[in-house]
């Protein structure tokens, strides 16, 4: 079994920084890419960031310039640095994972959530 247990988010006001953080725990061989997608009241399941193994990052434009991610390889950990919120960015966080166990197929797991309220 894997784990993503996300922690962080909260009510903020606009203008104000969150950080979110995500640990995967379990059995886990490697893993691939991590990052955050968030959901919104009545809209789809969106990209938010990703990072590869090797640090590269992937965000959405709606996010550029106010987000970073990054990740501790070594504590199998995500985390979501978010500056200059908005009321838009109001959703539930989702730590998304792509990663090998001992059979080195690909799997992907998705954590419980986190909700994120930018309001004044």
């Known amino acids: 079994q894997v784990q993503l247990v996300e922690s962080g988010g909260g009510l903020v006001q606009p203008g104000g920084s969150l950080r979110l953080s995500c640990v995967a725990s379990g059995s886990i061989t490697s893993i691939d890419t991590m990052g955050w997608y968030r959901q919104a009241p009545g809209k789809q399941r969106e990209l938010v960031a990703t990072?590869?193994?090797?640090?590269?990052?992937n965000y959405a434009d709606s996010v550029k310039g106010r987000f970073t991610i990054s990740r501790d390889n070594a504590k199998d950990t995500v985390y979501l640095q978010m500056n200059s919120l908005k009321p838009e960015d109001t959703a539930v966080y989702y730590c998304?994972?792509?990663?090998?166990?001992?059979?080195?197929?690909?799997?992907?797991?998705w954590g419980q959530g986190t909700q994120v309220t930018v309001s004044s």
């Open positions: 990072i590869t193994t090797g640090g590269s990052p």
């Open positions: 998304h994972t792509v990663l090998f166990r001992a059979d080195w197929r690909k799997y992907t797991y």
